[in-house]
C-alpha cells in the first residue's frame, strides 16, 4: 500500500490537489497526432456572463462522464471548452454598470463602449471557468475558445459573405420579435411566454352604409335607421389606430353578408374592409378580427394576403407616434391601452371588459413583454434542411431519447428564414458596407478599398451597425473552435450533450453548418438531458429561490457527491426533481467507498495471490458470488453507456458496490480474514483487491476525485507492471475493466448455480435478522440460533463460519433430530429457530402482543362492518373501496403473524 488512508474522507484535502495534479500533467490535453482512436466533444458554451447553475452541473458531469471513459477505453480524448459572448446578456450587464455611473452606451460611443465590455469580460468572464473546473471538468484548457476571439470571428464573417453571396443571406422588411427596452429585435429562443392576467375587451365596429362619412341616420321612408355593428374581442385596444380591415372566417354564415363591405376604425375614424380570410377561427371570441399588421405576426400575414396596408403607430421604445392620433403621441404602451379604453367608453362603442388570461411573450433578458414589429433586417434562408432533417430520422445523428425525433422532424417542415440581425454594439458586427450617395451594398471580408496595403476607410462607405445574432457564432461551434489538425484528428465530434429547449435553436443549425460547410454531419450522437426542477415540480432558478448553488453544494457534500447524487436522479428523458438529500446520500455513497478502502488496507499485507493463479476450490461461495456479480455487472454497464443510460448505471454502481460488495461479500470475508489458514486469508484479499480495483475503475467517471485518491492510496496506480507510464500515474488512463476471460469462468466455479446458493444463504441471514427484529431484540446483540438445512447436510456445514458473522450471532447450530421449536422461519437453503429462552419476559411479551391482538381484531370489525354498509358499498369511489379492501387483508396478515408469535412463546 502507498499511503494511509485517514480515518474519514475530507474532500476539501483531495479534490483542488488532484485536480491541479492532473492540469500539471496534462492529462486533460489531447495529442493530435496520437495514434489512438479518436474521441470528442465540444462543451455547449455557457454565457460568458453565467455562473454556475445545476442544469450545468447536470450537463457537464455527463459530458466529463463520456469523456473519462472515453480515456479509460483507450482513446485520445478532445473534450473542448469555451464560453460564448452572449451579445445581448453581456451587454444588458455594462450597460447596468454604466447607469449606475449615470451614463449610457451612447455617452461614450460605439468604440469606448466595446472597449469597457471587453474590460469587463477579462474581469468577470472567466468565472464559470473555474467552477467547472471545481466539478472536476476533464476539459483541454489549452484549446479553450470564446465567440468573440479573432480566429473565430473570421470564422463567422467568412460565413456570412460565403451565405451572402450564395443568395441565401438577404436583407428585407419583416416582422420580428421586438425588446422595447433593449431596442433590438430578438430570436425566438430569446423570448419567455409568461401567464398574464389583463383584460379581453369587447368593442364594436359600426358597419359603413353608402354614406362614405358614415352619418346617414334615415332609412329610405325617412326614418331613423338602426345603426349596425360588428362586435370585436381584444387584449390590446391601443393598437386599433393602426387597424386596417377587419377580417371573418369566409364560411362563417353570421358574417357572410358583411364581406366586401366596409366599417369604421373608431379612432382615428376611417373606413376599413371587411375581409373574409380562412385565418380567423369562428370559434374563438366574437370570430370577427381586427387586423392590426403592423402589431402582430398573425394580422401581418393576413395583410401580406390581402394587400393591407401597414400603419406602425409605435416608436421604437414602445411609446405611440404621431400616426395613433395626437392624444396617443408620446404615451406609454399601457398607458394609451388606459386612454383608448376610456375613449371607447365615450364613444359608446365598449361593450364590455373581462378577466381574462393569457401568454405573452416577454424578453427573456429585458423582462418586458415583446413588440411584433415590422423592421428592415437581416435573414438567412436555411441551408442543407433535407440532409439536416433526413440524417436525424434515419439515425445518422442519433437522438437519445429518441422521441425528440418527431419534435425535430416537425420543427424542420415548418421552417421560416432566420431573423439574424441585432440591433446590439456588443457582437459579430455584420460585414455590409452602404454608399452614402448611391445605396450600394457592399459584403466582404474587408470594407471597400481594402488591401494588405491599404485600410479602405473611404468615408463614403459606412458599415451596418448591427451585429448578428449569437445563434449565428453558436452554430459554427464544432469546427470553428477547432484548427485543421485538430479538425482532421477530432472531427466530427462523437457526441453533443445539451437540453431539449435548443434543440432547434442550436442543434439544429449546427448539423445544417456541418453539411453545408464541412460537408459532413457535426456529430454523431446527441443526449438531451432533463430539466431541473424543485420537489414541488417548478422548473429551478436563481430569480425563483429555488435553486441551490452548487458551489455551496460542492463545500457541504463535495463534488463527488454533488456529480453522484444528481446523476442518480436523472433518468434519461424526463425531468429531475431535486431533492438535497439524493446529494447527502451522494456523499455518504463516497465515506462508504473511503471505508471500504481503508478496511482493506488495514488488513495489512498486499495478497501473495494473483486471481489468475486460483482455481474454483480456492474460493468460497461468497467470493465465487462477488466475482460472478461484478463480471455481469460490467457487462450491464457497459450496455447501458451503449443506450446513455447515465442515472441507470449510478444505481447499478451504488447496488453493486454498497449491497453486493459491502453489504454480503465484505461481512462475509471476515470469517476468511480471521482464519489462521494463511492461504485462505490471502484468496480472500486477492478477490476483495480485484473487487475494489474493478468497482473504483467503474465509478471513477462518476466520481473522479475520491478514486484516483483511493486508487493510489491503495496501490493499484503501480500493481501493472504492463501498464503504461501514463495508466500508472492516474486511475483516468488505467484500463476499463473488462469481465473475466470466459475460459476462467469455469475454472473458478462462477456459475449462475453458485449464484443462486449464495442467494439462498443470504436469504437465511435476512430471515435470522427478522426474527431478532420481530422480537425487539436489538441488531448488535449476539443471539443463539438452530438450523435444520434444506438442502445438502455438508454444503451449510460449509457456510457456518460466514452464517455465524452475517447474522452476527452467539451460536449457530444444526438441529440434531431434524426437529425445530418456535418461532422459526423456512428458507430454501434451511429452516431457522431463535430459541427465545433469556431473551424476552415471555409473560411481558405475551401482554404486549394480546394486547396488540384486541386492537387489530378490533380493528378488523370496523372494516368488515364497513365493506358491509350497502351505501358504502355502492356509494364510495372504487379506489377507496380497493384501498379499505387492501387493509383488511393486510390486517387479517398481520393478525395472523402475531398470533404465530403468542404460538411460540
Not at 64 to 91: C, F, N, S, Y
Not at 612 to 640: H, P, Q, T, V, Y
Not at 685 to 690: C, E, G, W
Amino acid at each position: 500500500m502507498n499511503t494511509t488512508i485517514p480515518k474519514a474522507y475530507d474532500p476539501t484535502q483531495v479534490e483542488d490537489r488532484w485536480y491541479a495534479r492532473w492540469l500539471d500533467q496534462g492529462f486533460f490535453h489531447a495529442k493530435v497526432y496520437s495514434h489512438k482512436p479518436a474521441y470528442s466533444i465540444v462543451i455547449p458554451p455557457p454565457n460568458v456572463t453565467g455562473v454556475l447553475t445545476m442544469g450545468h452541473v447536470l450537463n457537464n458531469t455527463l459530458q466529463d462522464i463520456l469523456a473519462r471513459r472515453a480515456r479509460m477505453l483507450g482513446k485520445e480524448v478532445l473534450w473542448l471548452p469555451g464560453t460564448d459572448h452572449a451579445g445581448i446578456a453581456t451587454q444588458t450587464v455594462v450597460e447596468r454598470e454604466l447607469r449606475k455611473e449615470k451614463k449610457n452606451r451612447r455617452d461614450l460611443g460605439r468604440e469606448k463602449f466595446l472597449a469597457r465590455v471587453w474590460e469587463w469580460k477579462e474581469k468577470h468572464g472567466g468565472i464559470i471557468i473555474q467552477q467547472l473546473k471545481k466539478l472536476g471538468c476533464s476539459c483541454d484548457w489549452a484549446r479553450q475558445r470564446f465567440t468573440m476571439d479573432e480566429n473565430y470571428d473570421r470564422w463567422v464573417t467568412e460565413i456570412f459573405v460565403r451565405l451572402y453571396r450564395k443568395g441565401l443571406i438577404y436583407r428585407g422588411k419583416r416582422m420580428v420579435n421586438w425588446c422595447p427596452k433593449s431596442l433590438t429585435a430578438l430570436s425566438d429562443e430569446e423570448v419567455i411566454t409568461k401567464m398574464t392576467s389583463g383584460f379581453l375587451y369587447h368593442m364594436k365596429y359600426e358597419i359603413a352604409d353608402d354614406d362614405a362619412r358614415g352619418k346617414t341616420d334615415l332609412d329610405s321612408r325617412g326614418k331613423t335607421a338602426k345603426r349596425k355593428y360588428l362586435e370585436i374581442a381584444t387584449t390590446r385596444p391601443e393598437t386599433l389606430m393602426g387597424d386596417t380591415a377587419v377580417a371573418v372566417n369566409p364560411d362563417d354564415k353570421r358574417y357572410k353578408k358583411y364581406i366586401g363591405k366596409h366599417c369604421w376604425r373608431p379612432f382615428p375614424r376611417e373606413k376599413i374592409p371587411i375581409i373574409a380570410d380562412e385565418h380567423i377561427d369562428p370559434a374563438f371570441g366574437t370570430g370577427v378580427l381586427k387586423v392590426t399588421p403592423a402589431h402582430d405576426k398573425a394580422d401581418f400575414e393576413i395583410g401580406q394576403r390581402h394587400k393591407l396596408p401597414v400603419i406602425d403607430i409605435f416608436n421604437p421604445d414602445a411609446t405611440l407616434n404621431e400616426l395613433a392620433g395626437p392624444e396617443f403621441k408620446g404615451l406609454d404602451r399601457f398607458d394609451a391601452r388606459k386612454v383608448a379604453v376610456e375613449k371607447l367608453k365615450e364613444l359608446g362603442l365598449l361593450v364590455r371588459e373581462e378577466p381574462y388570461q393569457n401568454n405573452v411573450g416577454y424578453s427573456e433578458r429585458a423582462d418586458v413583454p415583446i413588440e411584433p414589429r415590422l423592421s428592415e433586417q437581416w435573414f438567412l434562408r436555411y441551408p442543407k434542411t433535407k440532409e439536416t432533417l433526413e440524417a436525424v430520422l434515419k439515425d445518422e445523428v442519433h437522438f437519445h431519447p429518441e422521441r425528440w425525433k418527431k419534435t425535430f422532424e416537425h420543427w424542420m417542415t415548418n421552417l421560416q428564414d432566420w431573423c439574424i440581425s441585432r440591433q446590439l454594439w456588443w457582437g459579430h458586427r455584420i460585414p455590409a458596407w452602404y454608399h452614402r450617395e448611391n445605396g450600394q451594398i457592399h459584403v466582404g471580408m474587408h470594407p471597400p478599398g481594402w488591401s494588405e496595403f491599404q485600410a479602405g476607410d473611404d468615408k463614403n462607405w459606412v458599415q451596418d451597425p448591427d451585429v448578428l445574432d449569437t445563434w449565428f457564432s453558436s452554430w459554427l461551434w464544432p469546427f470553428a473552435t477547432m484548427d485543421a489538425e485538430v479538425r482532421k484528428k477530432f472531427y466530427p465530434t462523437t457526441d453533443l450533450v445539451t437540453g431539449p429547449d435548443i434543440i432547434f435553436f442550436w442543434v439544429a443549425r449546427m448539423i445544417m453548418a456541418g453539411f453545408e460547410f464541412m460537408e459532413e454531419k457535426p456529430f454523431s450522437n446527441v443526449y438531451f438531458t432533463g430539466i431541473i426542477r424543485d420537489k414541488r415540480g417548478v422548473k429551478m432558478q436563481k430569480s425563483l429561490g429555488n435553486s441551490p448553488d452548487p458551489l455551496d453544494l460542492i463545500n457541504r457534500y463535495g463534488a463527488d457527491g454533488l456529480r453522484f447524487g444528481v446523476i442518480r436522479i436523472a433518468p434519461q428523458g424526463q425531468d429531475i426533481h431535486f431533492d438535497e438529500q439524493e446529494i447527502e446520500q451522494g456523499r455518504n455513497f463516497c465515506n462508504k467507498l473511503w471505508n471500504a478502502c481503508r478496511f482493506r488496507q488495514m488488513q495489512n499485507p498486499a495478497p501473495k495471490l494473483r486471481l489468475e493463479e486460483l482455481k474454483a476450490g480456492d474460493l468460497a461461495s461468497d467470493e465465487k458470488a462477488i466475482l460472478w456479480r461484478l463480471n455481469r455487472a460490467i457487462l450491464e454497464i457497459n450496455i447501458l453507456y451503449s443506450r446513455y443510460e447515465f442515472s441507470q448505471i449510478a444505481q447499478k454502481l451504488y447496488d453493486l458496490f454498497w449491497g453486493c460488495y459491502c453489504d454480503w461479500f465484505m461481512e462475509a470475508s471476515k470469517a476468511s480474514l480471521l482464519s489462521d489458514d494463511e492461504r485462505r486469508r490471502s484468496v480472500c484479499l486477492a478477490v476483495m483487491d480485484h473487487c475494489l480495483s474493478v468497482i473504483l475503475r467503474l465509478l471513477h467517471p462518476y466520481v473522479p476525485f475520491i478514486t484516483e485518491e483511493l486508487w493510489q492510496s491503495m496501490g493499484y496506480a503501480g500493481a501493472d507492471s504492463q501498464a503504461s507510464v501514463d495508466a500508472r500515474s492516474t486511475i483516468m488512463l488505467a484500463p476499463w475493466p473488462e469481465p473475466l476471460e470466459e475460459r476462467l469462468n469455469p475454472e473458478l466455479g462462477l456459475t449462475e448455480d453458485m449464484v443462486n446458493f449464495v442467494e439462498a444463504k443470504y436469504a437465511l441471514i435476512t430471515a435470522g435478522r427478522n426474527l431478532k427484529a420481530e422480537y425487539k431484540i436489538p441488531p448488535n446483540k449476539k443471539v443463539r440460533f438452530v438450523l435444520k438445512p434444506e438442502i445438502e447436510r455438508a454444503l451449510v456445514e460449509e457456510e457456518l463460519s460466514s452464517i455465524k458473522i452475517l447474522l452476527n450471532a452467539e451460536s449457530i447450530e444444526l438441529a440434531a433430530d431434524g426437529k425445530l421449536g418456535t418461532p422459526a422461519t423456512i428458507t430454501p437453503f434451511a429452516t431457522i429457530h431463535m430459541p427465545l429462552e433469556g431473551l424476552v419476559d415471555t409473560e411481558m411479551e405475551r401482554k404486549r402482543l394480546q394486547g396488540k391482538v384486541a386492537k387489530i381484531e378490533k380493528d378488523l370489525q370496523a372494516v368488515a362492518a364497513k365493506l358491509a354498509n350497502p351505501n358504502f358499498a355502492t356509494k364510495a369511489p372504487p379506489a377507496v373501496v380497493e384501498e379499505t379492501k387492501a387493509n383488511q387483508k393486510s390486517l387479517a396478515e398481520e393478525l395472523a403473524k402475531i398470533q404465530e408469535q403468542l404460538k411460540a412463546l
